[in-house]
C-alpha cells in the first residue's frame, strides 16, 4: 500500500475551553484536491491550519511522508508546503516578478540564479501573470492579486498547496477561473471553500465539517448527499444533466418554506 502523503490522525484543537476541532483523521494521496466545507465556525480553517503546521494541535498528530510535522523544521516545512491564506496582504509597493520570487526563499542557496529565475518565470507563465510582471500588486485586480499569491505558493515547488477560501471577494466568474487554474497545476491541493457551487468541479475528494466533527470524506457525488447537505446546510442539493454540455451539474437551492397562498 503506497503511503499518504499527508496524514492526519486524531487531530484536536482547543481554545478557551471550547473544541474548534474534535477527533479528525483523513489521509490525503499525491495529487489529490481536497475540498474541505462546512458552515462558518465548523472548523474548516483552523483544521487547515493544524495540517499546514500552522497551528499545533491540542492533540493527534499529523505526518508528511511518514514523518511527524512537529518534528520537521519550519524552514525545512517550507521546502514541501506552501500556504495561501484568506489575510494575506503583500506589500502593495512590491513589482509582481519581486513577490513571486520571495517563494524561492525556502530554497535559497540550492540552485543557481539563472534555474531560479526560470522558476519564477514559469509560475508567472503558468498563472496567466506574464504579462504583468513589472506592475505593482496594489495596481492589480482582485483576481490578479489572488493569482500572483498562487504564482508565489507555485515557485515554492511545494508538495502540498494549501489554500484558505481562495475565491473570497472575488465575482463568480473569477471563483470558476481560479479553481479551474489550480486544478490544471497537477498539484496535491487542500482547499477551505465557502461556495458549494465550486466545490464538485474542483475537488477529487470532500471533507465535510460540522460542529468540529469530520462528518464525510470521500468523492463530491458521495459526500454531498442529499441528506447531509440538508442537514449540515439547510440547502437542497440536486445534479442535472447541463443542457448544451456532456456533463453533470451540481446545483444549490434555498428550500422554499413559505406558505403557499390560500
Do not use: C, W
Amino acid at each position: 500500500m503506497t503511503m499518504p502523503l499527508l496524514e492526519a490522525r486524531d487531530l484536536v484543537a482547543v481554545a478557551n475551553g471550547r473544541n474548534l476541532v474534535h477527533a479528525v483523521s483523513l489521509s490525503i494521496a499525491t495529487g489529490d484536491r481536497l475540498a474541505i466545507i462546512g458552515p462558518n465556525g465548523a472548523g474548516k480553517t483552523t483544521l487547515l491550519r493544524m495540517l499546514s503546521g500552522m497551528l499545533r494541535p491540542s492533540s493527534g498528530e499529523v505526518k508528511l511522508g511518514g514523518r511527524r510535522l512537529d518534528r520537521i523544521s519550519t524552514a525545512e516545512r517550507a521546502l514541501h508546503m506552501a500556504v495561501v491564506g484568506q489575510t494575506d496582504q503583500p506589500d502593495p509597493r512590491l513589482a509582481v516578478i519581486d513577490y513571486v520570487e520571495l517563494g524561492r526563499v525556502p530554497h535559497a542557496g540550492l540552485r543557481r540564479g539563472s534555474e531560479e529565475r526560470d522558476i519564477v518565470v514559469d509560475a508567472l507563465r503558468r498563472t496567466g501573470l506574464l504579462p504583468l510582471l513589472h506592475r505593482t500588486i496594489g495596481s492589480l485586480s482582485g483576481g490578479e492579486r489572488q493569482r500572483a499569491q498562487l504564482a508565489r505558493a507555485i515557485a515554492q515547488e511545494p508538495k502540498v498547496l494549501f489554500l484558505d477560501e481562495p475565491t473570497n471577494h472575488l465575482d463568480p466568474r473569477a471563483r470558476g477561473e481560479l479553481l479551474e487554474l489550480v486544478a490544471g497545476f497537477g498539484m496535491t491541493v487542500i482547499a477551505v471553500l465557502h461556495d458549494l457551487a465550486l466545490v464538485a468541479p474542483f475537488a477529487t475528494r470532500v471533507a465535510v465539517m460540522n460542529e468540529a466533527r469530520l462528518h464525510a470524506l470521500a468523492a463530491p457525488r458521495e459526500a454531498l448527499t442529499q441528506q447531509l447537505i440538508r442537514e449540515i446546510f439547510g440547502v437542497d442539493v440536486f445534479r442535472l444533466r447541463h443542457p448544451t454540455e456532456d456533463r453533470e451539474l451540481t446545483v444549490f437551492d434555498v428550500p422554499n418554506r413559505a406558505a403557499p397562498p390560500s
